[in-house]
């Protein structure tokens, strides 16, 4: 009994966490998904954005375009890794381990030192409504109304002759020059787009948890592709509109599935471990079907 009340106590709280970090996940998906392009570059992404944003709250300026300088931030990140990766034909996993290994030096730089608080300065939060802060319930509605805003413009921008000539350099980049679509300049564009989203994730977090830490991101892509996996088991990715829908409806479960953890007296350092299981079943779970499937076959 103890163990569901601390569940249900911790659900509002983590869903609305998964909302801010439902960002983190789309700006995974983008480069996987749709552009075939494994990148790492997320995990500095992330605290770059909240990085930036944090000096300058803390050096006067609106926290509104303090936020959207952060996303700008995490948008030249993504946008270093393509050109990284297009310009010296480096591996993408490669470019986007040594972007977000040198953002780590850029954070430092940026704040000045390893974290800063936040508590006293203003936010988006406070100008909008300051209740926004002390009510979880008023920061899920603020969330999803900024997720959906955010959803609606990614599927018309898909949806429009750049955003297919985007999907077509993922889907056949061999066919992409032939249509006359340049694939530098959309690999650049998607992935300035999906690491522009974790960086608006970073920026959102450090406004509302009250403080900056240049290590904010470590681990955090684990998180985000545990989101992605998730989402696309529960209602699959055959359309447009699912495989962006995925990751947001992956990061709300997982992080349930964070809460039953923590409420069933799991240390938070274990999670990492738990998590990476997980995904791991998740991912491998098709293949045994298939492989039992098979014996199955066979002995009849």
């Known amino acids: ?4 009340t601390a569940f249900l106590n ?26 075939s392009f494994p990148d790492l570059t997320s995990e500095g992404a992330f605290p770059l954005g909240g990085c930036v944003c944090a000096a300058m709250i803390l050096g006067g300026w609106n926290p509104f375009v303090a936020t ?7 948008m030249a990140a993504g946008a270093s890794t393509a050109m990284i990766h297009l310009q010296f034909r480096l591996n993408s996993l490669l470019a986007g381990i040594l ?10 730089r940026v704040l000045g030192r390893s974290n800063v608080a936040l508590f006293s300065s203003d936010s988006i939060f406070l100008q909008i409504n300051p209740a926004i802060v002390a009510s979880v319930w008023l920061q899920i509605l603020f969330f999803g109304a900024l997720i959906a805003a955010t959803l609606l413009v990614l599927r ?12 077509v350099v993922g ?3 061999d ?37 900056a830490d240049v290590g904010m991101g470590m681990g955090l892509l684990i998180n985000g592709l545990a989101s992605l996996v998730i989402g696309e088991t529960v209602i699959g990715r055959r359309t447009l509109s699912r495989q962006l829908f995925a990751p947001v409806l992956g990061a709300a479960i997982y992080y349930q599935v964070v809460s ?32 039992a499937s098979g014996r199955e076959t066979m002995r009849v």
């Open 1 to 4: 009994m103890e163990i569901l």
């Open 10 to 35: 911790l659900m509002p709280v983590t869903l609305a966490q998964s909302m801010i970090y439902s960002f983190v996940a789309l700006g995974i998906m983008i480069p996987f998904r749709l552009l």
């Open 68 to 74: 959207a300088a952060g996303a700008l931030a995490g």
């Open 99 to 108: 972007v977000f290994t040198a953002l780590y030096s850029v954070n430092m």
């Open 156 to 167: 018309w921008y898909l949806a429009t002759e750049a955003g297919a000539a985007l999907r």
């Open 171 to 173: 889907t056949n980049p």
């Open 175 to 211: 066919l992409a020059p032939s249509l006359g679509i340049s694939i530098w300049t959309y690999t650049i564009v998607g992935l300035a787009i999906a690491n522009g989203f974790s960086a608006l994730g970073g920026a959102l977090v450090v406004q509302l948890q009250g403080f």
């Open 260 to 291: 039953l953890g923590l409420s069933l007296g799991l240390v938070p350092s274990d999670l990492k471990i738990v998590t990476a299981l997980f995904v791991l079943l998740t991912l491998g779970l098709p293949s045994l079907r298939g492989k």
